[in-house]
Nanobody, 116 residues
Framework: QVQIVESGGGSVQPGGSLRLSCAAS????????MGWYRQGPGNQRELVAS???????HYGDSVKGRFTISGDTTKNAMSLEMNSLKPEDTAVYFC??????????WGQGTQVTVSS
């Protein structure tokens, strides 16, 4: 059984920073990639950032230059540093883990609210 646990999130004023973390545990062979997705009110879930097991990262256009994703393969974990946050970054953020199988694994989601 696999568990995906997220932490971080919360409320911050525009221009502020937050850090999200995600860790995978349980029985699996290998993590091929981890990523953060978000879903705002009335919006579809979209990719925020992802990182592969060989540290290749990819960012959504709206967060490039503001967010930084990093991975720790020894801990099966990753973090997302979010800077210069904007109200439009408000969403529920979900961690996704690719174990190389057809099954999708998601965390429970963590709320990020950017408001003055």
């Amino acid at each position: 059984q696999v568990q995906i646990v997220e932490s971080g999130g919360g409320s911050v004023q525009p221009g502020g920073s937050l850090r999200l973390s995600c860790a995978a545990s349980g029985e699996f062979f290998k993590i091929y990639a981890m990523g953060w997705y978000r879903q705002g009110p009335g919006n579809q879930r979209e990719l925020v950032a992802s990182i592969t097991d060989d540290s290749r990262s990819h960012y959504g256009d709206s967060v490039k230059g503001r967010f930084t994703i990093s991975g720790d393969t020894t801990k099966n974990a990753m973090s997302l540093e979010m800077n210069s946050l904007k109200p439009e970054d408000t969403a529920v953020y979900f961690c996704n883990v690719d174990f190389g199988t057809a099954t999708e694994y998601w965390g429970q989601g963590t709320q990020v609210t950017v408001s003055s």
